[in-house]
């Protein structure tokens, strides 16, 4: 099955490329790998929330941002590749902007892996950090990078 055909059974599509806020591209094939420039949870150019999570952003609201930071990515990498020639998705990459006393950041990036998951099957299980950061550009409560081995 292909990746927009699951994406499609979730009631997603791949987005178009979110343009980059600074001096970078969104997404760089490096051989057979392609590495993402971290994706905030833009939709329409908007953010999904602002702020911290355990501030002013929920643990539920920052998995939804995590989610569309992924499908962020997966439409990065599509930029520059076909997304059903990825073999695996090696790493992901979550950063969280939390208040200093919560510490539910794999809770969080639970949001990117399980729609990672969800888009390429068993190839979309991944190596994953999740590190809590005081802020991220915009003041996103979360972004996302990936990188992915392509066939």
């Known amino acids: 099955m292909s990746v927009a055909a699951r994406l499609a059974d979730l009631g997603l599509a791949v987005p178009d490329v979110v343009a980059p806020v600074a001096d970078y591209v969104p997404a760089v094939r490096s051989g057979q790998h392609v590495f993402t ?34 499908l962020n990515a997966i439409a990065a ?7 059903d020639s990825v073999t695996r998705v090696v790493k992901a990459t979550v950063f ?10 794999p809770v969080v990036a639970n949001g990117a892996s399980e729609l990672l998951g969800s ?4 190839a979309g299980r991944h190596a994953r950090s999740a590190v809590g950061v005081p802020v991220l550009p ?6 996302v990078e990936i990188v992915v081995e392509l066939a």
Do not use: I, N, W, Y
Not at 39 to 67: D, H, I, N, T
Not at 96 to 105: C, L, W
Not at 119 to 122: K, N, P, S, V
Not at 138 to 143: G, S, T, W, Y
């Open 119 to 122: 888009a390429f099957g068993e």
């Open 138 to 143: 915009l003041d996103a409560p979360v972004e």
């Open 37 to 70: 420039a971290g994706q905030l949870p833009l939709v329409g150019g908007e953010l999904l929330f602002v702020g911290k999570v355990g501030g002013e952003v929920s643990a539920e609201e920052a998995q939804e941002c995590a989610r569309q930071c992924a």
């Open 77 to 83: 990498v599509g930029s520059v590749a076909d997304l």
């Open 96 to 105: 969280v902007a939390s208040t200093p006393d919560f510490s539910g950041q």
